[in-house]
């Protein structure tokens, strides 16, 4: 892998996670930038905003390098949009509920592409972060992820330079990153430096041996199968009642965010630990937005409960019990 751009210097160096919201404390439909959850797996580099720029090469007629200034001028766009961490890159079974729900602000990915022209052969849009190290025990020379060119094209992919109208937080990857609605977060590559077009998927660390979730024999029939961590699946998250809630027997009202890539077209609610399921009422969704639902529940007797949230999305898709990065959430309460 070449690394385009001359090396960084990276400070703090290293992996930088901060989780600073429980699924109980995402009230806010919109989560403020400074609660936003923050993830970089090589560190924080220390880079100069003021002469930023990103080259935009490979499988494209007219390769070409804009500055900050040029994307400013260029028609400013916003999406509404979840915005999720897949969690742990080679554990897929375990859910970590790293979730926000964000309004982006930058410039239409497709509308710079096409104007950069798309060669026929183009399968794949490369964006590399300029951040390099260690991590895991693998080395990287830079980030460097990939996405299927026909999602770009759908529309709603950014190159991002606002969040919730505010500029974008250098720990957060000002002053560009990549943003595709609907797809996890760790395609949203921070500190954007280059894209480049191309007829394969990137061989870098983290699209091959991180974020590539392998498919059990079973559903394939091949061995050696393994599944992008692109798009998110149904998922959900009770925010009401808070776990160990000490309740009255009254009527209680039990809310959460849902969100798929494809949209939510239900939630189902169990007050039983799954042995029976009610419909809640689910709102639509705005974008690429989480949606909020919403049961009321009015216990029979005291004791112990245990609600749980199951969501399907447009595609079918219902949220396993466990072992998933979207599985099931359940919240244990006390109706005294
Ligand atoms: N350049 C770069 N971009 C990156 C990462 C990274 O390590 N380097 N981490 C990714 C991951 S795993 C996530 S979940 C999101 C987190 O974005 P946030 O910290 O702004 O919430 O950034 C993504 N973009
Ligand atoms: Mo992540």
């Known amino acids: 892998m070449t690394r385009p751009f001359p090396p960084v210097i ?12 429980a699924p109980h404390q995402l009230l806010d439909r ?8 923050l993830l970089a797996h090589l560190g924080i580099p220390r880079i100069d905003p003021a002469s930023w720029q990103i080259t935009i090469d490979g499988l494209v007629e007219r390769p070409s390098t804009l500055s900050l200034a040029a994307l400013h001028r260029l028609p400013k766009q916003t999406v509404e949009s979840f915005h999720e961490c897949a969690g742990y890159p080679r554990r897929p079974d ?23 022209g798309i ?41 991002a330079y606002e969040i919730n109208g505010e500029p974008l937080a250098l720990e957060h990857g000002g002053p560009l990153r990549l943003i595709i609605p609907g797809y996890y977060g760790t395609n949203a590559v921070k500190w954007l430096s280059r894209l480049e077009l191309a007829d394969r998927r990137a061989s870098g660390p983290f699209t091959t041996i991180f974020y590539n979730d392998p498919i059990p024999k079973a559903e394939t029939g091949a061995a050696d199968a393994s599944r992008p961590v692109w798009e998110v699946p149904a998922e959900s998250a009770i925010v009401a009642p808070a ?8 009527e209680i009202d039990i809310w959460g ?32 937005s989480w949606q909020r639902f919403r049961i009321s529940w009015e216990p029979e007797s005291v004791g112990r409960f245990m609600i ?15 072992d998933a990065r979207n599985a099931i959430h359940a919240v244990a309460v006390e109706v005294r």
């Open 94 to 116: 375990i859910t970590t509920r790293r979730i926000a729900n964000v309004v982006w602000g930058g410039v239409d990915l497709a509308a710079v592409l096409r104007a950069a």
């Open 257 to 288: 965010w849902a969100w798929a890539a494809a949209g939510v077209v239900g939630v189902e609610v169990s007050t039983d630990g799954g042995a029976s399921w009610r419909e809640a009422t689910v709102e639509p969704r705005a974008e690429w």
């Open 119 to 159: 060669n026929d052969d183009a399968r794949y849009l490369w964006a590399y972060g300029v951040d390099h190290g260690t991590y895991d025990g693998t080395q990287a020379d830079c980030y460097l992820k990939d996405a299927p060119l026909t999602r770009i094209l759908e529309g709603g992919a950014l190159l």
């Open 10 to 21: 990276l400070d703090p160096a290293g992996l930088q996670r901060r989780i600073p919201l």
């Open 308 to 322: 749980m949230a199951r969501a399907t999305d447009a595609r079918g898709h219902v949220q396993p019990a466990r």
């Open 30 to 37: 919109i989560t403020p930038q400074r609660d936003l959850f």
């Open 243 to 250: 776990p160990d809630s000490i309740l009255r027997l009254e």
